[in-house]
Structures are given as structure tokens and as C-alpha cells.
């Protein structure tokens, strides 16, 4: 596919989730809608992968580290073809495949079951590890959100990899500036991430979340580093996509990490509940 | 019949009896106990909203913390405080507090004799469309297994509020297992709660029904259905889970001959553990525990789930029959 194609297919796949949330009736949308793009970059470009085979050896992994965003790796499985597009629909619901947050004994190809925050990055990390005793080309992909790096789990995952000079590892950080309680530089403020990481001893690669070359080259410039685990800090827009949040800078703005100009904590509470609500048409998980 | 003393809500038999979720009388109880207390203080762990620390931390910005998310940072940095004077009530949801920061709790809250309060909040499969990984089931046993622990699961919102209250001038660790959904409101405002007390809501003579949580309501419920049966169940509201009110129960079980337990967790290391354990110290009788057996909870609407897992009146109801027949 061309880059062009594949922001189409990203669009394709927004559209999917609002509709998948819209008939679930609840979920969240914030961060499926925000990781789009990365997530077409890795199934229709980067990762190598069999949809018809989930369980190819030879497959390259992707650990959804951030289960609430399940959403978007279920539409982007349907797209690439491992289980009908017809199947989102039962999203959330009774006896459905699609959990609410993944369940890998549910579903083939999700690797692993997640939706509490932090323990993905190590049992990403474990998979690179075995794979390399292994002799395997696979790798490992794991994509966590920026609030869940609070954890702790998370920085002795960062800690193990690095030690272990894991280079299968490629860890994306869906770095939206918001978590449940507000913007993460007010939660818990998260400073400089890439320097975090950094010092931890992991490459570092900055990105626009959004730009489709950015992603690719991102992904293929961590296969080639030697010696250390990869970290791409993605820099993503909430929602991106939904027109009354994308239309106005502001609501971009409102979670920005602007040094001293922090968002007002009313209007940051009105837009994550329109965010989160798809402008009242989903109940909010965290209300 | 339903015993006066226990002022329970007139209306609570009938259909458009009240509902609310009953970490909202959590919410209304932390800050009625915090007009009261200057020390106590609230942590949260990036769900001040939906665990109901919000009014808390309006009224009080500078008695809340925010720790992120965070859950064993939660409970420790609240063991320091609590070391350093303060009375701290922490939340989360229930499967990564107590669920994910277990031995945290046990050493430097059991062990360590901290006056920590821990609100689980969304526990049980009324969580709903979230599926299993939210959905937890297993707190009250790990709770349960806990030197000095004290464990609460109120049957209401107004119990919850109570129980709140009482539990923030009560020295020592404790556990408060909140849900998310509404679910009816059958005590009122005047209806007894101790930490050291079972509350018989109906006296009876067949069977004896020890519920907790929002089970306490279905079971009540289900006592009507029987008692039109000709068979009358005791109902007891056992929301202090631990201690567990042995002579109550005991005494319960010698009366009536038959025990079922009811609550919306695993029955194993649960409620029904806690009264199986009793019983077979004290009184062993014929016995039927409901809660999830072992499974799992999955993604639906709290009803359906609610439904599948057998947490209905009528599903008691049935067992109930089953289990007089044992006797
Ligand atoms: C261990 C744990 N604690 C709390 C939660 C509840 N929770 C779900 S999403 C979320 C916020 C996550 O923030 P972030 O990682 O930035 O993801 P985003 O909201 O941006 O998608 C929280 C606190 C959880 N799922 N797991
Ligand atoms: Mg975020």
C-alpha cells in the first residue's frame, strides 16, 4: 500500500471504531481513535504476520500493553483480515470474542490478555527474550499509554530490557498528554519521557503519531539499532479524527504539556467527557 | 418477616424502590467523616470520579492526593502517612486495589499496623461490558486472609455511607468493597451497623440466608417468594465479612438447620468460605453457597451477567428448595 492508502485505511478503521463504541454503548474512544495510524503502519506495513495463521511461528508480536484501546486492534484485525468486519458490531457484549479488554484465550492473535495498565511492556519484554534464545527473527512490538507509565511495572520492564540488550523490542508510548484524572502533567507529571527512557538505556525516536512515513521509518530504524530495546514516543491527538474535538486547535491544546499554562481544570473535564462520550452518545467508563 | 429494628426501607419490596450505587454513599460518608477529622486524607489512583473521591478532593484539595496510576505507590505512600498521624482512605478499582498491590497491603498495612483504609470500588461482575479483567471477584478471599484486616461489603449505598463513617474512626486496617452499578436501597439512615454485628433483616425458621453486598437485597427478595412457599428464611446481612459474627450465624444455624450464603464474588475464600469455615468449627449443617464457582467473569450488561452467573433472587430461591431437602 501506498502512505496514501494507508491513511485511508486509518480513516476506514476511525469510522469502525465510533460505530463499534456507538453500538456498544460504552468503551473508551479517546486513545483507539489517537492510535489508528500506528496501529495501520503496523499490520498493513511493518509487522510481518499471517491473519489467516495467528499462530505462525514466525510472526512478528504485538502486545497491547494499554487494553482500554482494544477497540483499535480489533478493527484493524478485522481490516487485515483476521475475522470478519461484521464481528465488531458485538463489541463489549454478551458471549462476544471482543471482550471488553482483550482476553488472548478469547481471541487468536491478541498474544496476550491485558486492560490493567503496566504489564505489558515485561511480558513484551519476556517474548523478545525467548525469542532470541530461540534464534527467532520475529519481534516484538508493545504499545503502552503515556498516563500508564506511571506504573511501576513499566520501568522495571524498561530496566530488564535494556539490561538484557533486547533489540527485538520496539516499545511505542501513545503519547497523548491525557489520562483519566486530566492532562499527565497535572495527574502525575511525566516531564521529559524520551530522557526517561534514555537514561534507562533505550534508543529513543520521537515521532508525529499521525504522519505515516514518520511511523514507518520509525519502525524500520529500530531494527536496525544494535544493543539496545527501541522506544518511539508518539505524539498523538486524543480523538483524533472526531470533528468537534479536532476542529478547534484548543482541544489539543487543552492537553498539551505547555510549561505554566496548564489547562483549566473545567474545561479539561468538559472536553474528556465529550471526548470520552463521543459527544453523549456512550456512557463513560470513568464517570 | 422483616424485623422492624432493622428500619429497613419501607418501600423495598416494591418496584420503584430507590436505587443508587452504593460508592456514592462512600463518597458522601469520606466526607462527612473528613468535616469531622482533620487527619484523614484521600489518595487516588487516576479514578478520583469514578471511585467517588471527587467531593473529598473539592472540599479538601489539600487533604487529596493524587499518586497516578500507581496502586502499590498508592498503599505505601498511605502507610507512610498513616505512620506520620494521618488516617488515610485510598481508591482505585478493586482488581488493582487490593487486586495488584496484595503484599504491599499485607506487610506494610497488616503487618505493620497502619491505619489504612482501602476502597475497592467496581468489584463484582456487575462491572458489566469491562469483562473479566475488571471484574473482580477475588478481594473479599484476599482480603480475608489478611491478619488485622477488617472487611466491609455494604449492601447499600446508605450502608456504605455508614459504614464509611464508622470505619474512619476505627483504629487499625480495613477493607471497604464497593460496586459500580445501582442496586436498590434497602436500609435507611436509622438501621443498625457494627463492625462487630450480623444484622438479622428477617427472623425465620427453615433456612438461614447469609448474604453480603448486593446480594443482601435478591436475598431478601427471594425470602418473599418462599415464605408464599410456606417456607420461612432467616436473612442475614453479614456486610462485616470480617470478623464474621459467629454467634449470630451460629446461632442462626442451630435455629433453622440449613445455610446458604450468597455474595457476588468467588464463593471460594469468600462469604461462603468465611461461613463454611465457621460452620464446621461450630455447627456444621447442610450447606449451598452462591457466587462465581470458580469462573471468571466475562463482557455484558450487569443483568445479563447478574443472570448467567446465577445472582438472582430466583436463582436463590431454587437452591434454596433444593437445600431444605438436605436437612
Ligand atoms: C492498573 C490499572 N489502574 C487503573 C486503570 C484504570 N484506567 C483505565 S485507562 C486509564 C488511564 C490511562 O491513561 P493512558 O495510559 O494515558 O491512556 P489513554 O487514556 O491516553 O488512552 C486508567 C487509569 C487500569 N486499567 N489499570
Ligand atoms: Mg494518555
Not at chain 1, 52 to 80: F, I
Not at chain 2, 177 to 187: Q, W
Request: with cysteine; glycine share 8%.
Amino acid at each position: 500500500m501506498t502512505h496514501k492508502q494507508l491513511e485511508l485505511q486509518a480513516n476506514e478503521i476511525r469510522e469502525d471504531i465510533i460505530k463499534m463504541l456507538v453500538e456498544a454503548g460504552s468503551g473508551h474512544s479517546a486513545g483507539p481513535l489517537g492510535l489508528a495510524d500506528i496501529f495501520t503502519a503496523l499490520y498493513f506495513e511493518v509487522m510481518e504476520h499471517r491473519p489467516k495463521q495467528p499462530e505462525w511461528p514466525g510472526r512478528d508480536r504485538l502486545v497491547l500493553s494499554n487494553g482500554h484501546t482494544v477497540p483499535v486492534r480489533y478493527a484493524t484485525m478485522a481490516r487485515a483480515g483476521y475475522f470478519p468486519v461484521s464481528e465488531l458490531k458485538t463489541l463489549r457484549k454478551f458471549g462476544s470474542r471482543l471482550q471488553g479488554h482483550p482476553e488472548r484465550v478469547r481471541l487468536p492473535g491478541l498474544e496476550t490478555t491485558s486492560g490493567p495498565l503496566g504489564s505489558g511492556l515485561s511480558q513484551a519484554a519476556g517474548m523478545a527474550l525467548a525469542l532470541r534464545m530461540d534464534g527467532s527473527r520475529g519481534r516484538v512490538y508493545c504499545i503502552t499509554g503515556d498516563g500508564e507509565l506511571d506504573e511501576g511495572n513499566i520501568w522495571e520492564g524498561a530496566m530488564f530490557a535494556a539490561a538484557k540488550k533486547l533489540t527485538n523490542l520496539t516499545v511505542i508510548v501513545d503519547r497523548n498528554n491525557i489520562q483519566i484524572d486530566g492532562p499527565t502533567e497535572r495527574v502525575m507529571p511525566l516531564g521529559d519521557v524520551a530522557q526517561k527512557f534514555a537514561a534507562f538505556g533505550w534508543h529513543v525516536i520521537e515521532i508525529d503519531g499521525h504522519n505515516m512515513d514518520a511511523i514507518i521509518s520509525a519502525c524500520n530504524l529500530a531494527k536496525a539499532i544494535v544493543e539496545r530495546p527501541t522506544v518511539i514516543i508518539a505524539h498523538t491527538i486524543p480523538g483524533k479524527g472526531v470533528d468537534y474535538m479536532q476542529y478547534d486547535y484548543h482541544w489539543h491544546g487543552y492537553f498539551a504539556n505547555v510549561p505554566g499554562a496548564p489547562p483549566a481544570a473545567d474545561q479539561a473535564r468538559i472536553a474528556l467527557h465529550e471526548l470520552r462520550t463521543l459527544g453523549g452518545q456512550i456512557r463513560s467508563e470513568h464517570e | 418477616m422483616i424485623d422492624p429494628q432493622q428500619h429497613l426501607a419501607p418501600d423495598l419490596l416494591s418496584p420503584e424502590v430507590k436505587q443508587e450505587a452504593n460508592r456514592m454513599g462512600f463518597g458522601r460518608g469520606l466526607l462527612e467523616a473528613a468535616h469531622k477529622d482533620k487527619d484523614i486524607v484521600a489518595l487516588c489512583a487516576d479514578l478520583t470520579i469514578s471511585t467517588k473521591m471527587d467531593d473529598f478532593a473539592k472540599s479538601y484539595p489539600e487533604r487529596f492526593v493524587e499518586v497516578g496510576i500507581a496502586e502499590q505507590n498508592l498503599v505505601t505512600v498511605a502507610a507512610g502517612m498513616a505512620l506520620a498521624g494521618k488516617t488515610p482512605f485510598v481508591s482505585s478499582y478493586a482488581a488493582f486495589s487490593p487486586g495488584r498491590n496484595w503484599e504491599q497491603i499485607r506487610t506494610t498495612i497488616c503487618l505493620n499496623q497502619t491505619n489504612v483504609k482501602i476502597v475497592g470500588s467496581h468489584a463484582g461482575v456487575s462491572v458489566g461490558p469491562d469483562g473479566a479483567t475488571h471484574q473482580m471477584l477475588e478481594d473479599i478471599a484476599l482480603m480475608r486472609v489478611l491478619p488485622n484486616m477488617t472487611v466491609v461489603v455494604p449492601a447499600d449505598a446508605v450502608e456504605a455511607a455508614k459504614a464509611t463513617i464508622v470505619l474512619a474512626s476505627h483504629k487499625g486496617p480495613a477493607y471497604l468493597r464497593l460496586a459500580r452499578e445501582k442496586s436498590p436501597v434497602i436500609t435507611t439512615d436509622k438501621s443498625p451497623f457494627s463492625l462487630s454485628k450480623a444484622q438479622v433483616l428477617r427472623a425465620g425458621t427453615d433456612l438461614t440466608i447469609v448474604a453480603c453486598g448486593a446480594l443482601v437485597y435478591q436475598a431478601l427478595v427471594a425470602a418473599e417468594a418462599l415464605s408464599k412457599q410456606g417456607i420461612e428464611a432467616e436473612v442475614i446481612n453479614a456486610a462485616v465479612v470480617k470478623p464474621l459474627d459467629t454467634i449470630t450465624i451460629v446461632a442462626s444455624a442451630k435455629k433453622t438447620g440449613a445455610v446458604l450464603t450468597a455474595e457476588e464474588a468467588q464463593v471460594a475464600g469468600g462469604l461462603g468460605g468465611a461461613v463454611a469455615e465457621t460452620l464446621a468449627d461450630h455447627h456444621p449443617v447442610p450447606m449451598s453457597r452462591i457466587g462465581l464457582l470458580d469462573h471468571f467473569g466475562e463482557s455484558g450488561t450487569p443483568a445479563e451477567l447478574m443472570e448467567h452467573f446465577g445472582l438472582t433472587a430466583p436463582h436463590i430461591t431454587a437452591k434454596a428448595q433444593e437445600l431444605i431437602k438436605r436437612k
